[in-house]
């Protein structure tokens, strides 16, 4: 889907309004974390917040999914001390893709192909005041309308700190490569998405093919994926305006350096990160991740094959592109890479 407009106007009168920056380290939210975990007489809630439940070590799960993801946190953390040089401050544009549930104290970054309609739908059963029921009967387009979900950027600054200190926070990430053959199939490759194909598929072509068509070059709907990382790579692209969010880089658009993630859950095993983290927010009685068709799923063996008639030149160059979030989320460089 298109990046909303209304929400980019919205954001850009509150990038005014909000002009200071906001000032949340990450050691600070940390230490403030441990200090609100630390205390013994915290005054009574009628339920545990997800983030003390996470971290409380009475409580502390010993199950295999736990400590597996107490294992992505401190390599991502590792990762980002390695790799990162400076540390910046957060703006309210860097909040957009956090989605708020102020019931459960949840802060979800999604990211585009890595199962984010269903997540939203979940979001939107547990905030809708009884509205939604089940996930799977959201349509989903109605998922993705502005509006229905909260976005940490609209609050204030105050109240995003006390978010970004107290709420648990969570992404889902995948195989960047996996991700961006399958952004590449659904975008480019199915006849629906002429939104898509006009934007970026026009542009495209009329860029990165010699001798194109009129008619390709009108509808822009039959990019390669030759054509379409080409594209990518290009110096021009990033400059002109902000990759669209289908293929931008985790890296950008959740900031995991900068927004401590207490889970970072993986797409390769998305029902039982999904279902733990539902039952760390104590909302596994209220919904249930949807189990999905694994029909068209793309796989790396997919991904393997569109990558096979890309050079290798082209290869390293999209490989250095995408590395930030290879290292941070552990993934491995892909063996039909062609690097040296
Ligand atoms: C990182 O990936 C390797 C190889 O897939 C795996 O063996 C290891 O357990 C992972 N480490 C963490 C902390 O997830």
Known sequence: MIKPRVGRMFLATCVFSFFI???????NARS???QILGRT???????RSPLQTLYDSDQLDQSAVASVLQGRRELLEQACHSHTRKRRLLT?????HLIVD???????CYVPKVACTNWKRVLMVLTGDGRYREPLAIPANEAHVPGRLRSLSEYTKTEINLRLRTYLKFVFVREPFERLVSAYRNKFTRNYNVAFHKRYGTKIIRRHRVNPQPDA?????DVTFEEFVYYLVDPRTQKEEPFNEHWERVHSLCHPCLIHYDVVGKYETLEQDSQYL???AGADQEVQFPTFSKSTRTTGDMAAKFFDNISPFYQKKLFNLFRMDFLLFNYSTPTYLKLR
Do not use: C, M, V, W
Not at 21 to 27: A, V
Not at 102 to 108: P, S, T
């Open 217 to 221: 070059l009108e509808k822009g709907n």
């Open 32 to 34: 403030a974390t441990e």
């Open 41 to 47: 007489s915290l005054p009574e809630k009628s339920r």
């Open 92 to 96: 309210p544009e860097d909040l957009r």
């Open 102 to 108: 102020d019931k459960h104290n949840l802060l979800y």
């Open 21 to 27: 920056l906001i000032l949340y380290f990450q050691n």
């Open 278 to 280: 539902l039952k760390l």
